[in-house]
């Protein structure tokens, strides 16, 4: 099995910054694509930004010249670095991942259990 978990939450002022973070363990052969997904009360989960095993990323538009999404493959980690924060950017951040198992398996997809972050002052 693989687990993913997410760290790096908390509490932070509008225009403050987070970094989360995705560690993935367990049965994990490779990594392909991983993304950053957010929910927020009363709102269907979102793409916050993904990145391919190749590093190619994209971000969504509220997010684009803010967030940055980066990756460490010798880790199994994945990272976002959230900058000037807004109260809308408040959410359960959860990170996603497509991991085979051996080099022979398919591809699953995983969802870690998210991080609370909450932007106020």
């Known amino acids: 099995q693989v687990q993913l978990v997410e760290s790096g939450g908390g509490l932070v002022q509008p225009g403050g910054s987070l970094r989360l973070s995705c560690a993935a363990s367990g049965s994990v052969f490779a990594i392909n694509a991983m993304s950053w997904y957010r929910q927020a009360p009363g709102k269907q989960r979102e793409l916050v930004a993904g990145?391919?095993?190749?590093?190619?990323?994209n971000y969504a538009d509220s997010v684009k010249g803010r967030f940055t999404i980066s990756r460490d493959n010798a880790k199994n980690m994945m990272y976002l670095q959230m900058n000037v924060l807004k109260p809308e950017d408040a959410a359960v951040y959860y990170c996603?991942?497509?991991?085979?198992?051996?080099?022979?398996?398919?591809?699953?997809?995983?969802w870690g259990q998210g991080t609370q972050v909450t932007v106020s002052s």
């Open positions: 990145i391919t095993s190749d590093e190619n990323t």
């Open positions: 996603k991942a497509i991991i085979r198992h051996s080099p022979s398996s398919p591809e699953f997809q995983y």
